[in-house]
């Protein structure tokens, strides 16, 4: 696009009254925080999983594909990371209820400027950057999860980055919940059965209807395992116009990410905090949030043999804590893996193993 076109299509965002302020209702999109780390393998084994990149989750169902999914580092278009798909195990024989997406999910609260539901019901355009080791064709989703309706479009994929831009039609059925829970998903469909598939595919319709939801023309990301996919840059904003991809610095997305994941601990020699013996085989912290998350946590831990210990009087022990109380903002833990010490003693905890985990997640 030239300067001077640029600048036109900038006119007409600004004439659309959508620069400016908050624009990306995606948190992480452009792949910057990996808080679980930087590359998983095996991924499509399990439904649910959350594989490095922060609010990206993985739905898988009944597939043999599996794939490593990683942080990739490609500079291009302001972008220095994006998600990689790499195949390494095909899954050519696809059972109906196969399906493997990637998907990030919004709190209702956070949805109420769409008007879902009323007549007065907002378009939203979904834009991203992909490129993939070959042609492909998949499938972009924005799924009520509220009310259980779809509306999909197909997009393509080349072998250099390209920015795709998809506006969905308003959708004047079914309002989003004033609430934290999730109400809206974006699904990239990657591979999927004819559960998904059977019907006739109709881009841009708001429906209730399952076999229609994956378009007509869909690759599989497990068709071979020479295929891969990169994406980046995901944004999705009200109105019809895809405006410039809006670039958050890493401590506020960061930030953003901890209200759903929050890791404390993740290696060797990190501190944890002061702890106390409440009795000779139970060990206790206390650990304040840097944000409120998003509901009380669950607890993310390893505790294998000697993970953490007590440095005075120098006491190791396994992990495998457990929350005696939680809430939004802080949490008191205990470790009883081979916990053994004197009643009352307390210090400052460490990890002391590379494997070391502690962290709270309230994802939706």
Not at 238 to 259: I, K, N
Not at 269 to 277: D, E, L, N
Request: hydrophobic content about 35%; aromatic content about 10%.
């Amino acid at each position: 696009m030239t300067k001077a076109a640029e600048l036109a299509k900038m006119g007409e965002v600004l004439t659309n009254s959508q620069l400016g302020g908050r624009r990306n209702i995606v948190i992480n999109g452009a792949m910057q925080v990996a808080q679980r780390g930087t590359s998983d393998t095996g991924v499509g084994a399990s439904n649910g999983v959350f594989p490095c990149v922060d609010r990206m989750k993985i739905m898988a169902g009944t597939t043999a594909g599996r794939a490593t999914v990683s942080q990739a580092a490609d500079v291009h278009d302001g972008f220095a990371n994006a998600l990689k798909f790499d195949c390494t195990t095909a899954d050519t024989s696809i059972a109906a209820d196969e399906f493997f997406i990637l998907r990030t999910l919004f709190e209702g609260q956070d949805l109420q400027q769409i008007k879902k539901g009323t007549s007065d019901a907002e378009k939203l355009t979904l834009s991203f950057y992909v490129k993939g080791n070959a042609s492909a064709t998949y499938t972009c989703e924005l799924e009520d999860r509220d009310n259980s309706r779809y509306n999909s479009q197909e997009f393509s994929v080349t072998t250099s980055w390209t920015r795709v831009v998809k506006t969905f039609l308003a959708d004047t059925t079914g309002s989003f919940g004033d609430d934290n829970a999730e109400s809206l998903a974006i699904n990239f469909w990657l591979h999927s059965g004819s559960t998904y598939t059977g019907g006739t595919h109709t881009d841009n319709v708001w429906h209730t209807t399952n076999n229609q939801r994956v378009g007509d023309n869909q690759t599989s990301i497990f068709d071979s395992t020479d295929r891969e996919l990169f994406i980046t840059g995901i944004q999705l904003e009200v109105g019809s116009q895809a405006t410039p991809f809006e670039h958050r610095s890493f401590g506020e997305e960061l930030q953003l990410c901890r209200r759903y994941y929050f890791q404390k601990i993740d290696g060797n020699s990190q501190p944890v905090g002061v702890g106390s013996y409440i009795s000779s085989g139970q060990i206790r912290t206390y650990i304040d949030f840097p944000v409120e998350m998003r509901a009380d946590p669950s607890i993310v831990t390893s505790s294998d043999t000697s993970h953490f210990n007590l440095e005075s009087p120098s006491d190791s022990f396994d992990g495998g804590w457990v929350l005696v109380q939680v809430n939004k903002n802080s949490a008191i833990p205990y470790a009883t893996g081979n916990v053994s010490g004197t009643t009352s003693y307390s210090g400052l905890i460490r990890s002391t193993s590379a494997d070391a985990r502690l962290a709270f997640s309230s994802e939706l």
